[in-house]
């Protein structure tokens, strides 16, 4: 099951902390059927993560991706970035319980990953944990709603 619809490319970036994972991850679910759209880097060589944290962002915002996937060292400067975006909900995770909740809670619609300090199999789980959670709305939804400015 999937809380998202996947009739959509997944948006996915990575500055060049993240690009190993990135590589592995779009392999990864492309293996498993999903079309993924792939907005960079392309390479391990030092990049600016908001000039790939962007256009993700912009691809979720436009409703043209089914959700994003951005990767960096951190993962934070990733989530700030894309945050900016109105009707952009990125969630930093590092830990599965983390990933259920920024989409029960939270309705995220794009995962920041850490890839300096997560497994790469972790990387994957959170990610099919984040796709198959669906948001909670109820009392969730009035919050989620106050986000925007």
Request: with cysteine.
């Amino acid at each position: 099951m999937n809380a998202f619809d996947v009739s959509k490319p997944i948006a996915i970036g990575a500055d060049h902390a993240g690009f190993e994972y990135k590589q592995a991850i779009k392999t990864w679910l492309q293996q498993k059927g999903f079309t993924i759209k792939d907005f960079g880097t392309h390479s391990t060589t030092s990049v600016d993560y908001p000039d790939f944290a962007h256009p993700v962002a912009a691809f979720v915002e436009s409703g043209e991706a089914a959700f994003g996937i951005l990767l960096c060292g951190s993962g934070n400067g990733v989530a700030i970035t894309a945050n900016k975006h109105q009707h952009v909900r990125a969630g930093l995770c590092w830990d599965n319980d983390v990933a259920k909740l920024i989409r029960m809670h939270n309705d995220a619609n794009i995962i920041c990953l850490p890839a300096r300090f997560i497994a790469l199999t972790l990387a994957q789980e959170l990610i099919e944990t984040f796709m198959t959670t669906a948001f909670e709305g109820g009392r969730h939804a009035n919050r989620v709603n106050k986000i925007a400015c």
